[in-house]
């Protein structure tokens, strides 16, 4: 059974930082792509950073330069450091992990509020 859980959300001031942290467990982890949407209510979700299994990075242009996804094989876990935080990635956050660009193993959340 696979199993993604997630942590690290919080509250955060504009321009401070913070980790999310995705553990695996029930996958091949060396094999999975790895990566972070994140979905704001009633909006579709969206991709924020993926990882491939052999460590190339993708990101959402909004993101790029601020955020740094990560991986750690022995760990079973991928990260996502976030920086210079803006009001507009207040979101709920999701870890997701998948073969051949199919994600459909999906955590259950870790909500990031960004705000003064």
């Known amino acids: 059974q696979v199993q993604l859980v997630e942590s690290g959300g919080g509250l955060v001031q504009p321009g401070g930082s913070l980790r999310l942290s995705c553990a695996a467990s029930?996958?091949?982890?060396?094999?999975?792509?790895m990566g972070w949407y994140r979905q704001a209510p009633g909006k579709q979700r969206e991709l924020v950073a993926t990882i491939a299994a052999g460590g190339n990075t993708n990101y959402k242009d909004s993101v790029k330069g601020r955020f740094t996804i990560s991986r750690d094989k022995a760990k079973k876990t991928v990260y996502l450091q976030m920086n210079s935080l803006k009001f507009e990635d207040t979101d709920i956050y999701y870890c997701t992990a998948g073969i051949g660009g199919v994600y459909e193993n999906w955590g259950q959340g870790t909500q990031v509020t960004v705000s003064s």
């Open positions: 029930g996958i091949i982890f060396g094999i999975y792509a």
